[in-house]
Protein backbone atom coordinates (compact mmCIF):
# COMPACT_ATOMS: atom_id res chain seq x y z
CA UNK A 1 0.00 0.00 0.00
CA UNK A 2 2.45 2.52 -1.73
CA UNK A 3 1.77 6.55 -0.63
CA UNK A 4 2.79 8.22 -3.70
CA UNK A 5 4.10 12.48 -3.40
CA UNK A 6 2.71 14.80 -6.34
CA UNK A 7 3.46 18.45 -6.82
CA UNK A 8 0.72 21.78 -8.02
CA UNK A 9 2.98 23.91 -9.71
CA UNK A 10 0.30 26.56 -9.22
CA UNK A 11 0.15 26.37 -5.59
CA UNK A 12 3.56 25.68 -5.03
CA UNK A 13 3.05 22.09 -2.79
CA UNK A 14 3.66 18.97 -2.15
CA UNK A 15 0.61 16.33 -1.92
CA UNK A 16 0.69 12.94 -0.53
CA UNK A 17 -1.67 10.02 -1.70
CA UNK A 18 -2.71 6.68 -0.08
CA UNK A 19 -3.01 3.84 -3.37
CA UNK A 20 -4.36 0.60 -2.16
CA UNK A 21 -2.28 -0.81 -5.02
CA UNK A 22 0.74 0.33 -6.93
CA UNK A 23 0.12 2.65 -9.28
CA UNK A 24 2.47 4.60 -11.24
CA UNK A 25 0.38 5.75 -13.79
CA UNK A 26 -2.39 7.82 -12.55
CA UNK A 27 -1.81 11.18 -11.69
CA UNK A 28 -4.90 13.09 -9.61
CA UNK A 29 -5.35 16.22 -10.07
CA UNK A 30 -4.80 18.87 -7.45
CA UNK A 31 -6.99 18.76 -4.09
CA UNK A 32 -6.58 22.33 -2.95
CA UNK A 33 -7.03 24.76 -6.75
CA UNK A 34 -8.77 21.73 -8.48
CA UNK A 35 -7.39 23.30 -11.66
CA UNK A 36 -4.16 21.37 -12.68
CA UNK A 37 -2.93 17.49 -13.35
CA UNK A 38 -0.19 17.37 -10.51
CA UNK A 39 3.45 15.90 -11.21
CA UNK A 40 4.78 13.16 -9.48
CA UNK A 41 7.70 13.86 -7.58
CA UNK A 42 10.54 11.60 -5.76
CA UNK A 43 9.42 10.62 -2.34
CA UNK A 44 12.04 11.69 0.40
CA UNK A 45 12.38 8.21 1.67
CA UNK A 46 13.42 7.05 -1.57
CA UNK A 47 16.18 9.45 -2.27
CA UNK A 48 19.77 8.00 -2.00
CA UNK A 49 22.58 9.92 -1.09
CA UNK A 50 23.61 12.58 2.14
CA UNK A 51 21.00 14.33 4.19
CA UNK A 52 20.24 18.07 2.80
CA UNK A 53 21.54 20.52 5.51
CA UNK A 54 19.14 22.43 7.21
CA UNK A 55 20.32 25.71 6.60
CA UNK A 56 21.11 24.85 2.56
CA UNK A 57 20.58 27.89 0.55
CA UNK A 58 17.69 27.56 -1.43
CA UNK A 59 17.73 30.66 -3.60
CA UNK A 60 19.38 28.60 -6.65
CA UNK A 61 17.68 25.93 -8.69
CA UNK A 62 20.71 23.68 -8.38
CA UNK A 63 20.40 19.67 -8.83
CA UNK A 64 22.29 18.77 -6.20
CA UNK A 65 23.30 15.24 -7.70
CA UNK A 66 25.23 17.43 -10.65
CA UNK A 67 26.41 19.81 -8.20
CA UNK A 68 28.45 17.16 -6.30
CA UNK A 69 29.33 15.11 -9.34
CA UNK A 70 31.12 18.34 -10.69
CA UNK A 71 32.92 19.09 -7.34
CA UNK A 72 34.01 15.29 -7.21
CA UNK A 73 35.46 16.07 -10.73
CA UNK A 74 37.47 18.51 -9.95
CA UNK A 75 38.84 17.67 -6.51
CA UNK A 76 41.85 16.02 -7.79
CA UNK A 77 42.83 19.24 -10.15
CA UNK A 78 42.14 21.67 -6.75
CA UNK A 79 44.48 20.24 -5.32
CA UNK A 80 47.40 20.46 -7.65
CA UNK A 81 46.40 24.48 -8.13
CA UNK A 82 49.30 26.91 -7.94
CA UNK A 83 48.05 28.91 -5.92
CA UNK A 84 50.39 31.90 -7.46
CA UNK A 85 48.63 31.43 -10.55
CA UNK A 86 45.34 33.19 -10.98
CA UNK A 87 45.30 31.95 -14.48
CA UNK A 88 44.32 28.33 -12.98
CA UNK A 89 42.27 29.74 -10.04
CA UNK A 90 40.14 31.17 -12.63
CA UNK A 91 40.37 28.16 -15.32
CA UNK A 92 38.81 25.80 -11.93
CA UNK A 93 35.90 28.09 -11.18
CA UNK A 94 34.91 28.39 -15.18
CA UNK A 95 35.05 24.26 -15.35
CA UNK A 96 33.15 24.19 -11.99
CA UNK A 97 30.47 26.97 -12.99
CA UNK A 98 30.33 24.95 -16.58
CA UNK A 99 29.63 21.69 -14.84
CA UNK A 100 27.01 22.46 -12.50
CA UNK A 101 25.19 24.87 -15.28
CA UNK A 102 25.72 28.07 -12.51
CA UNK A 103 26.21 31.24 -14.31
CA UNK A 104 28.26 33.72 -12.54
CA UNK A 105 27.15 37.57 -12.09
CA UNK A 106 28.38 40.18 -14.54
CA UNK A 107 30.66 41.84 -11.91
CA UNK A 108 32.20 38.18 -10.95
CA UNK A 109 32.58 37.50 -14.67
CA UNK A 110 34.56 40.40 -14.90
CA UNK A 111 37.25 39.69 -11.99
CA UNK A 112 37.02 36.18 -13.02
CA UNK A 113 38.36 37.50 -16.73
CA UNK A 114 40.93 39.83 -14.85
CA UNK A 115 42.56 36.86 -13.23
CA UNK A 116 42.60 34.94 -16.57
CA UNK A 117 44.85 37.95 -17.62
CA UNK A 118 46.74 37.23 -15.05
CA UNK A 119 45.99 40.47 -12.49
CA UNK A 120 46.52 39.67 -8.73
CA UNK A 121 43.33 38.46 -6.98
CA UNK A 122 43.84 40.59 -3.69
CA UNK A 123 44.36 43.27 -5.86
CA UNK A 124 40.84 43.08 -8.02
CA UNK A 125 39.09 42.49 -4.74
CA UNK A 126 40.66 45.23 -3.15
CA UNK A 127 39.38 46.95 -5.99
CA UNK A 128 36.06 45.84 -6.49
CA UNK A 129 35.15 44.99 -2.60
CA UNK A 130 32.36 47.44 -2.56
CA UNK A 131 30.68 46.30 -5.60
CA UNK A 132 31.21 42.64 -4.92
CA UNK A 133 29.83 42.77 -0.87
CA UNK A 134 27.03 41.57 -0.09
CA UNK A 135 26.12 41.02 -3.62
CA UNK A 136 25.45 37.32 -4.23
CA UNK A 137 28.43 35.80 -6.70
CA UNK A 138 25.92 33.64 -8.71
CA UNK A 139 22.16 34.45 -11.05
CA UNK A 140 20.18 32.11 -12.20
CA UNK A 141 20.46 30.14 -15.33
CA UNK A 142 18.05 32.50 -18.32
CA UNK A 143 18.41 33.33 -22.18
CA UNK A 144 20.69 35.92 -22.79
CA UNK A 145 19.15 39.54 -22.83
CA UNK A 146 16.56 38.50 -20.29
CA UNK A 147 16.42 38.89 -16.89
CA UNK A 148 16.67 35.44 -15.06
CA UNK A 149 13.37 34.68 -12.96
CA UNK A 150 13.60 34.66 -9.27
CA UNK A 151 13.85 31.66 -7.41
CA UNK A 152 10.78 30.61 -5.80
CA UNK A 153 10.24 29.45 -2.16
CA UNK A 154 10.70 25.61 -1.44
CA UNK A 155 7.22 23.76 -1.90
CA UNK A 156 4.86 23.70 1.01
CA UNK A 157 4.17 20.11 2.00
CA UNK A 158 0.29 19.20 2.54
CA UNK A 159 0.10 16.80 5.61
CA UNK A 160 -3.31 15.44 4.73
CA UNK A 161 -3.09 12.25 3.40
CA UNK A 162 -5.54 11.94 0.36
CA UNK A 163 -7.17 8.82 -1.50
CA UNK A 164 -5.44 8.07 -5.36
Same mark, same amino acid.
Given at each position: MPIYEFYCEDCNTIFQFYSRVVNTTKRP????CRKR????? &???? %???????? =? @???????????????? &???? %???????? =? @??PRQAAQLMRKLTQATGLELNPRMQEALARMERGEDPEAIEAEMDDALEGEDPFVLPGKKGKKARPARPAPARDDTLYDL
Open positions: TCPRVLARR &MSTF %AVTGRARE =E @DADDDLPIDETRMEAA &MQAI %ASEAENLN =E @DD
